[in-house]
Each structure stands twice: as structure tokens, then as C-alpha cells.
């Protein structure tokens, strides 16, 4: 049972446009949220992550939000650039537990 | 920091062989995690040690499948016998710490093909 969902396998976007990807949970236990960065025949790269007393981080370009009472989170990237085509990965993991919780995948491609 | 280090990049292997999967954490990590990647599932865990002891296999999906981790510098993954059903990529991941402040870092994983 999928306790993070990644319901868009891809996305595509115009560079210099926003990308946005999104992410929803089923478990109100989880915290500690995080998104990972893959390119192929790469191991996910850490990207930026939230924590739940927070409702948005920012780093650069990638900002995450968090609406805990949707049990949603998104990523948002601006702009994008053609370097940011890559598989993104969200994860999530609880306090009183010990591993992360990560969904299937959005493709993302920016069209230069 | 040489990361996270897997091996081999690709293993091909036909049914019924037994396969064995290596990993190198990062030094003075303290929790290493094997997950495996598949389109329909996405990253799912099959292990993770703490110091070396395993705290939940519960995603190891049969009696085939075994992992172990002898010191902090090296874990393996083995599957015995393999079967066509088990390609996928295997990753490795460690980190420090408690889990809530430490972000993973991956290996580059492993493709396994069995044919």
C-alpha cells in the first residue's frame, strides 16, 4: 500500500517556465518530508526537504509546500531549465519511525 | 567523500543463479538501507540496518532474498535463486543520524536482469 503518491508519472515544461510537481500522503504521522533529484543510471540525489511545523521552504530555484491538512506537498521549480530534466522523487518518514516512504516517480523534461 | 559505492553497475544472470549485490556506505554513517526500484512501485525498502543490526526486513519480499552488513564499511544483498520477476535497479543508501534530520545518499545502484 502506497503511502505516498506521485499520481503524475510525467510532466513536461517550457524553460524558464514554473514546473510543478506535486505529492500527496495518507499517513498523518509522517514530518519530515523530502525531494530527490534523479538522472539516469544515478543513484536520487537529495534535493530539498520540509519539515511539518514548517509550510514552505525555499532554496534557490526549488521551493517546497506543505498543506498538512491535505496531506499534500509540492515542488515547485523557477524557473526551470533544461539541466532540471530528471525523475523526482518525494519521500516521507515519521518521527517514531525510522525509514522514508518514497513515491513512484514524476518525470519531469524542460523543453529549451 | 566518495559516496556511496555499489557494486556491480550490471549484473546479468540467468534463473536460478544465485546473485549477490555489494555496497560501501559512506564512512561514519550509521544506517544503511537497501531499496529497490520498479515502475510500478517506485523506491520501495527491503532492508535497513542500524549499526549494523538489521532493524526491519519486513520488505524482503521472499525467503530468497538475504542481506547481510559484517562491519559498518560493507553490506551485501543476495538473492538465491533468482528468478526473471527480481530485475529491477538495487540501491543502496546510508546516512547518519536520526532519520527525522538525515537526508539518504544513494549508491549509483545496480541493474539486475535476469533472464
Known amino acids: 500500500d502506497q503511502q505516498v503518491k506521485q499520481n503524475s508519472p510525467s510532466l513536461s515544461v517550457q524553460e524558464g517556465r514554473i514546473s510543478i510537481l506535486n505529492c500527496d500522503y495518507t499517513?498523518?504521522?509522517?514530518?519530515?518530508f523530502l525531494w530527490y533529484k534523479k538522472y539516469p543510471a544515478e543513484g536520487p540525489t537529495f534535493l530539498i526537504s520540509?519539515?511539518?511545523?514548517?509550510d514552505k521552504n525555499e532554496d534557490g530555484r526549488f521551493t517546497v509546500f506543505l498543506n498538512k491538512s491535505a496531506k499534500h506537498l509540492s515542488l515547485h521549480i523557477v524557473p526551470s531549465q533544461p539541466g532540471d530534466s530528471a525523475v523526482y522523487f518525494c519521500?516521507?518518514?515519521?518521527?517514531?519511525?525510522?525509514?522514508?516512504?518514497f513515491g513512484t516517480g514524476t518525470s519531469l523534461t524542460v523543453i529549451p | 567523500d566518495a559516496g556511496v559505492i555499489q557494486s556491480p553497475r550490471h549484473e546479468v544472470t540467468e534463473m536460478g543463479q544465485e546473485v549477490t549485490l555489494r555496497c560501501k556506505p559512506i564512512?561514519?554513517?550509521?544506517?544503511l538501507f537497501w531499496y529497490r526500484q520498479t515502475m510500478m512501485r517506485g523506491l520501495e525498502l527491503l532492508i535497513y540496518?542500524?549499526?549494523?543490526?538489521?532493524?526491519?526486513d519486513s520488505g524482503m519480499p521472499e525467503d530468497r532474498f538475504s542481506a547481510k552488513m559484517p562491519n559498518a564499511s560493507f553490506s551485501t544483498l543476495k538473492i538465491q535463486p533468482s528468478e526473471p520477476r527480481d530485475s529491477a535497479v538495487y540501491f543502496c543508501?546510508?546516512?547518519?543520524?536520526?532519520?527525522?534530520?538525515?537526508?539518504?545518499?544513494f549508491g549509483n545502484g545496480t541493474r539486475l536482469t535476469v533472464t
Open positions: 543508501a546510508s546516512t547518519l543520524g536520526p532519520i527525522i534530520n538525515s537526508p539518504l545518499h
Open positions: 499517513n498523518s504521522m509522517f514530518d519530515y
Open positions: 520540509i519539515s511539518s511545523i514548517k
Open positions: 519521500a516521507a518518514s515519521a518521527d517514531t519511525g525510522n525509514q522514508f516512504y
Open positions: 564512512s561514519g554513517h550509521n544506517s
Open positions: 540496518f542500524n549499526n549494523n543490526v538489521p532493524i526491519d
